[in-house]
């Protein structure tokens, strides 16, 4: 038997020894019986009132404290008080859950809108919001099809067939490609799932331009030598000794761009791959310049005039041989861009101000328009092809520089007036110089 009625029991029987036993004693049993529905009708009232807080408790709001009961009461509502702080527990917890959840949903890198068999908004995550320039909290309930009105999307949409994603592109943000997948789940509900796939795209375009422009690099001299190689092999004795030793050297003069190039492509996908040794050897400035002048002047053959000023010699902490590359570039690309007549300076100097290391090169050449500026150093970029060409450039030269540059965590600057000349300036950061003599 429960404790409330063993207690109720324990009440009326204290009623009948206390209250009717001895008034039926000291008087009469009717005086008794009329003690005793005295004291059945207070116990009633006392039940009456405790089940009126009970009531009013029940019909108050949700977070009302239980009232405070006396015997039985005191244990209904004990019983009571524990259920409830047992319900709330597990609410609590649920509700963290569904927090947790939400926060993990909202951390997703893909965008997820939930949404119901009419394609009314459920619930939409910020990096959805963000995909399809939508608002997490005023779009719920929309129609998705409303919002996101693209012809593409809605026929994916009415298709219903989702085993296959969509690539949507030319939605309201401009520039960005999303792969779509609708993913049904439970009773006529489903996932818009929303990943931005632009990087990817951007940089699947440049491989195919990248392998695009490498072929179109090997077409020319492969098509010399092979047209000439043939020329001799079957009629070697109809041509003249001049003749032949001029196509031998075209020949040549062919194999080596090729050569040159694989040996700057091989040096952009080892830079590219971040596969190259640690750069911190000490690399001294002065005697690396003193040899890339040596390299220039030869460059040159005395058509130009050349300088090298050293203004502070200094020992850099770097990858000696990617520095020489790249500032080598530099230098040699003054001497291919400036025609005969022309003057080359080359400067290395320590700013005052900030403690970076600078080499400067300066030259009265044909100059860059200002268009051309930004792009210069992506690779096969250049501005006039057939110069570039003919001077044995391969147009990958700028990329390289700018990779041994980032590297060095330093930094390219051009200026450039058309017809007139060009500076490049490579900055190197304080950090990296070791020493100022
Ligand atoms: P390339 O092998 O064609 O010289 P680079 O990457 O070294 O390739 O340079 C890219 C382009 O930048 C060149 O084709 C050229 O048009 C331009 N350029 C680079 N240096 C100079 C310069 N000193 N003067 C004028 N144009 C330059």
Sequence with gaps: MSTIWVRTLWQLLAIVVFVFAPVAVAWDVA????????????????????????????????????????GAWEIAFAGLHRRVRIRLGQQQSLTETLERFMRAFQALPDGVIAFDRHRHIDWINERAAAHFAL????DRGQALTNLIRHPDFVAYLDNGHFDEPLIYRGGRVEGLTLLLQVIPYGNDQSLLVSRDISQLERMETMRRDFIANVSHELKTPLT??????????????????DEVKR???????????????????????????GGAPPIDERVEVAPMLHSILND??????????????????????????ELRSAFGNLASNAVRYTPAGGRIELVW??????GAGEFVVTDTGIGIAAQHLPRLTERFYRVDRS????????????????????????????????GKGS????????ERLLSRQ
């Design 423 to 430: 500076c490049f300036t490579a900055r190197i950061p304080a």
């Design 224 to 241: 010399v030598v092979a047209g000439f190689s043939e020329m001799l092999a079957e009629g070697y004795e109809e041509y003249s000794a």
């Design 296 to 321: 220039i002047k030869a460059l040159s053959a005395g058509q130009h005039e050349i300088s090298l000023a050293v203004e502070m010699p200094s020992v850099l902490r770097g990858c000696a041989n």
């Design 247 to 273: 196509y031998l050297k075209l020949i040549c003069e062919q194999n080596g761009r090729m050569q040159h190039l694989i040996e700057d492509l091989l040096t952009l996908s080892s830079l590219e791959s």
């Design 31 to 70: 005086t008794g019986l009329l003690a005793l529905i005295a004291g059945l009708l207070f116990l009633l009232g006392w039940h009456v009132f405790h089940f009126g807080l009970l009531m009013g408790w029940l019909e108050g709001s949700l977070d009302s404290p239980l009232p405070r009961g006396s």
């Design 349 to 354: 100097r320590v700013n005052a101000e900030n």
């Design 135 to 138: 608002s997490a909290g005023t």
């Design 387 to 418: 110069r570039s060409r003919e001077t044995g450039g391969t147009g990958l030269g700028l990329a390289i520089v700018k990779h041994v540059l980032t590297r060095h965590q330093a930094t390219l600057a051009v200026t450039s007036e058309l």
